[in-house]
């Protein structure tokens, strides 16, 4: 389980969303840019889900950047 502006979300809830997300942008048109920002996003979750995994140590940026989560 996750929290979003204190709001408590199931973790299939969140893949839920991810799923039907591309699901919809298969289906759709959707600009470049914004099928870059969603998976920019996705992307981050998951790094800070293996940031919360080792004990949150050390710097969240650097972490993102030493796992090579791209701007």
Do not use: H, P
């Not at 299939?12 to 759709?28: H, W």
């Not at 969603?38 to 050390?58: A, H, M, P, R, T």
């Amino acid at each position: 389980m996750f929290v979003l502006k204190n709001i408590n979300y199931e973790e299939s809830t969140q893949d839920n969303a991810v799923q039907q997300c591309e699901s919809i942008m298969k289906e759709k048109i959707v600009s470049e840019y914004m099928v870059q920002e969603f998976y920019y996003y996705k992307n981050l979750y998951v790094c800070y889900e293996k940031y919360v995994e080792c004990g949150k140590i050390g710097n969240f940026e650097e972490f993102c950047k030493a796992n090579e989560l791209k701007e």
